[in-house]
């Protein structure tokens, strides 16, 4: 079985249920299914672009702030092209925490060119810093190599939907007063599925922006950054099973003691069995179903919805705390 650890913290006045100490799935699951060809291809379309790049601006999920960010782009795009990392969505992180560590951590390995958005909202001073970073990385290369320019063109990367396109259409809409959007914007990933035309954003001086596909990492390989991905919702769901989403979020709010759970699922205590837990949830919660069971309908309860409550607990907002990478960096 392949398995993975996190670090136990136990944060509540809830009886510690039993905890499983690692967390495992079937040996039949295939992690290929989350890397579909096409990334290969666009991947392979997005270095040929690269000449034409003066920078490269990567969008990433500030809930895994660590988790499932693309070493093929470093290797492959950042060594190259300046670069600064855009963590959107620092609405569902608690910022007094997280922001620090989060920056600490990358300016250790390196990274210091990090700005904070929130796409969705297009809030006014966050996508200026992603202008005003821009520009001034733009304009340092600009010396560095000596040359005249009367154009600049940025290429935005990283993992699916997490909000690249949305950070085109608001910084075009920042700096030319465009309402309209440029790009397709979707909220499942795989909206955008090849490397677009350039789109202008910027007059003075003109800055052309190039979208690009969600490319996954192909070597991710350990439970924890695939389950991760998965109930943040930034793979197909078509790629994984839900039940395993499941089971991976009660199984980390349970080692890192967020039992939040329990009251807003209306569930008598912490479990650290899915199967219990989705019981309970179905009892409830009056979650049922008909299903032919031999030759006639029978009332069920719907595991189904019992799972997808539970995932969108995370996926709306409910817990109390949505940063997935937590004992990552503290």
């Given at each position: 079985m392949m398995k993975c650890i996190i670090g136990i913290r136990r944060l509540s006045s809830y009886v510690q249920p039993?905890?499983?100490e690692t967390f495992e799935l079937p040996n039949g699951f295939d992690y290929r299914t989350w890397f579909p060809m096409h990334m290969s291809v666009q991947l392979s379309k997005m270095e040929g672009k690269l000449r034409s790049v003066d920078m490269i601006i990567e969008v990433h999920?500030?809930?895994i702030p660590?988790?499932?960010?693309n070493k093929e782009f470093y290797d492959k795009l950042y060594a190259i092209r300046p670069h600064m990392l855009v963590l959107n969505k620092m609405d569902l992180i608690d910022m007094k925490t997280y922001k620090e560590p989060i920056e600490e951590y990358y300016k250790n390995i390196g990274i210091n060119n990090i700005v904070w958005t929130d796409c969705k909202r297009r809030l006014g001073k966050a996508i200026s810093d992603v202008k005003s970073n821009m520009l001034d990385l733009l304009r340092s290369e600009h010396r560095f190599n000596r040359s005249v320019k009367t154009e600049y063109q940025v290429m935005v990367v990283g993992i699916p939907n997490v909000g690249k396109s949305s950070l085109i259409n608001s910084l075009r809409s920042n700096t030319m007063g465009v309402k309209h959007n440029a790009v397709i914007e979707g909220a499942r990933p795989g909206v955008t599925v090849r490397v677009q035309n350039r789109v202008k954003i910027m007059d003075k001086p003109k800055v052309y922006i190039l979208d690009t596909p969600g490319v996954l990492n192909p070597k991710v390989k350990d439970i924890e950054s695939s389950m991760k991905l998965g109930i943040c919702g930034l793979i197909l769901e078509s790629a994984t099973n839900t039940k395993y989403l499941a089971d991976y979020l009660l199984y980390y709010l349970n080692r890192t003691g967020d039992y939040s759970y329990i009251d807003l699922l209306n569930i008598s205590e912490p479990s650290d069995n899915i199967n219990e837990v989705l019981l309970q949830i179905c009892k409830a919660n009056d979650?049922?179903?008909n299903m032919m069971v031999g030759k006639g309908y029978q009332l069920l309860w719907d595991q189904e919805k019992?799972?997808?409550?539970?995932?969108n607990l995370y996926r709306k907002h409910k817990l109390a705390d949505h940063?997935?990478?937590k004992e990552l960096l503290f």
């Open positions: 039993k905890l499983r999920d500030a809930r660590i988790t499932g960010r979650l049922k179903k019992a799972i997808n409550k539970f995932i940063c997935l990478d």
